[in-house]
């Protein structure tokens, strides 16, 4: 098993004391021979407070289909109202311009629009934690290849070592066999 400090200086050039937080974190890891990965998408839901839960169903719900066809609906259904009830009784709850209407809407807007902002700033910071989790698998998979290669590397030289001693010998065994060969003692 390696050490950190061995990792570090062998693998990364560098020393141990001059990695950032998350590069000794993969130096120990790798060390250890421990897994890096984890779920990060539920840790940061099990740590989520009602509020960011409540801005990321406005964000999803506010981003659908199903929003602007319900918008559109509710928007037709007040103008077709107002619109029938102007024909049929002379008056209406909302006149045209439909004041009421844009009332309600300046309202949404100025409601939803923060809370859409609030859970962008939150899918910002998922984003921020998984791209840094990825860094961190990755050097660590980078780290694990290079291990590997050094392993193949004193495999094959291993293995040269023991094809010339074994190639010494055949040709030991082979001047005894051959006329003129000197015996070996």
Same mark, same amino acid.
């Given at each position: *098993?390696?050490? /950190?400090?061995?990792?570090? #200086? !062998?693998? *990364?050039?560098?020393?141990?004391?001059?990695?950032?937080?998350?590069?000794? +974190?993969?130096? $120990?890891?790798?060390?250890?021979?421990?897994?890096?990965?984890?779920?990060?998408?539920?840790?940061?839901?099990?740590?989520?407070?009602?509020?960011? !839960?409540?801005?990321?169903? =406005?964000?999803?719900?506010?981003?659908?289909?199903?929003?602007?066809? &319900?918008?559109?609906?509710?928007?037709?259904?007040? =103008?077709?109202?107002?619109?029938?009830?102007?024909?049929?009784?002379? +008056?209406?709850?909302? /006149?045209?311009?439909?004041?009421?209407?844009?009332?309600? &809407?300046?309202?949404?807007?100025?409601?939803?629009?923060?809370?859409?902002?609030?859970?962008?700033?939150?899918?910002?910071? $998922?984003?921020?934690?998984?791209?840094?989790?990825?860094?961190?698998?990755?050097? $660590?998979?980078?780290?694990?290849?290079?291990?590997?290669?050094? $392993? *193949?590397?004193?495999?094959?030289? +291993?293995?040269?070592?023991?094809?010339?001693? &074994?190639?010494?010998?055949?040709?030991?065994? &082979?001047?005894?066999?051959? /006329?003129?060969?000197? /015996? #070996?003692?």
């Amino acid at each position: *098993m390696h050490e /950190p400090r061995e990792i570090a #200086s !062998r693998l *990364m050039g560098v020393s141990f004391e001059a990695l950032d937080e998350r590069a000794k +974190k993969v130096a $120990k890891h790798v060390a250890g021979r421990k897994h890096i990965v984890r779920n990060i998408s539920d840790e940061l839901e099990s740590g989520s407070t009602f509020g960011q !839960r409540a801005a990321d169903a =406005v964000a999803t719900f506010g981003g659908s289909w199903t929003f602007v066809g &319900l918008f559109a609906a509710i928007m037709l259904l007040w =103008v077709g109202l107002n619109a029938f009830l102007l024909m049929s009784r002379g +008056k209406t709850f909302d /006149p045209y311009p439909f004041i009421l209407l844009n009332l309600f &809407l300046s309202m949404l807007a100025a409601i939803q629009a923060p809370v859409i902002l609030m859970s962008q700033n939150r899918q910002s910071e $998922k984003d921020r934690i998984h791209a840094e989790h990825d860094y961190e698998v990755n050097l $660590k998979a980078e780290l694990d290849i290079m291990l590997l290669h050094e $392993k *193949m590397d004193l495999l094959r030289e +291993k293995q040269w070592e023991e094809l010339l001693d &074994l190639q010494k010998e055949q040709l030991k065994l &082979l001047a005894q066999m051959t /006329p003129g060969g000197t /015996p #070996s003692p």
